[in-house]
């Protein structure tokens, strides 16, 4: 059996979008040996290798290749991070931490996946979701907490007034 990961990962637009002969081109690599301190704006693909001390911004596509740094905010369409970036991450449509992935900074992203033993010390928004049924507590919610918090009071209340049975 054929196993392929990628490809169910991902939206129909994405396939569609990959099959197209620009998506694969990369138009800036930052070579593993080379150190970048500054701003990095592009309107292509870029593939990091090496350090970028700076912020990226590409219109395109971001890759950041296992063991590759980026200490400052990355801004793209899509980006995939497999080394280590320190700053805020803005991804329009897709972010992908594969599992050697760590961030240090907050994640916001159309759609987010992630690896398991990737890293993330930020928080974290999906854009691609609508939260906002969830943001308002109905009569039917707040009538079910009222009961927990009850509960609790209940229950603690009366394991203070039962006296311990003697054996």
Same mark, same amino acid.
């Given at each position: 059996?054929?196993?392929?990961?990628?490809?169910?990962?991902?939206?129909?637009?994405?396939?569609?979008?990959?099959? %197209?002969?620009?998506? %694969?081109?990369?138009?800036?690599?930052?070579?593993?040996?080379?150190?970048?301190?500054?701003?990095?704006?592009?309107? =292509?693909?870029?593939?990091?290798?090496?350090?970028?001390?700076?912020?990226?911004?590409?219109?395109?596509?971001?890759?950041?290749?296992?063991?590759?740094?980026?200490?400052?905010?990355?801004?793209?369409?899509?980006?995939?991070?497999?080394?280590?970036?320190?700053?805020?991450?803005?991804?329009?449509?897709?972010?992908?931490?594969?599992?050697?992935?760590?961030?240090?900074? %907050?994640?916001?992203? =159309?759609?987010?996946?992630?690896?398991? =033993?990737?890293?993330?010390?930020?928080?974290?928004?999906?854009?691609?979701? %609508?939260?906002?049924?969830?943001?308002?507590?109905?009569?039917?919610?707040?009538?079910?907490?009222?009961?927990?918090?009850?509960?609790?009071?209940?229950?603690? =209340?009366?394991?203070?007034?039962?006296?311990?049975?003697?054996?």
């Amino acid at each position: 059996m054929l196993y392929m990961p990628s490809l169910f990962s991902k939206s129909v637009e994405e396939i569609e979008h990959k099959n %197209d002969s620009d998506s %694969d081109q990369v138009d800036t690599v930052v070579g593993p040996s080379v150190v970048v301190e500054g701003d990095f704006v592009s309107h =292509g693909n870029i593939v990091v290798k090496g350090v970028v001390s700076g912020n990226v911004k590409t219109s395109q596509h971001l890759l950041v290749e296992e063991g590759a740094k980026i200490m400052a905010h990355v801004k793209a369409r899509s980006a995939k991070v497999a080394g280590e970036v320190r700053g805020n991450i803005k991804v329009k449509d897709t972010l992908e931490l594969t599992a050697t992935a760590k961030v240090l900074g %907050d994640v916001e992203c =159309g759609t987010l996946i992630v690896a398991g =033993g990737a890293g993330i010390n930020g928080k974290c928004t999906t854009l691609a979701v %609508d939260f906002s049924s969830l943001k308002e507590t109905n009569k039917e919610d707040k009538k079910i907490l009222g009961l927990r918090k009850k509960s609790k009071i209940e229950l603690a =209340g009366f394991e203070e007034q039962q006296p311990m049975a003697s054996v």
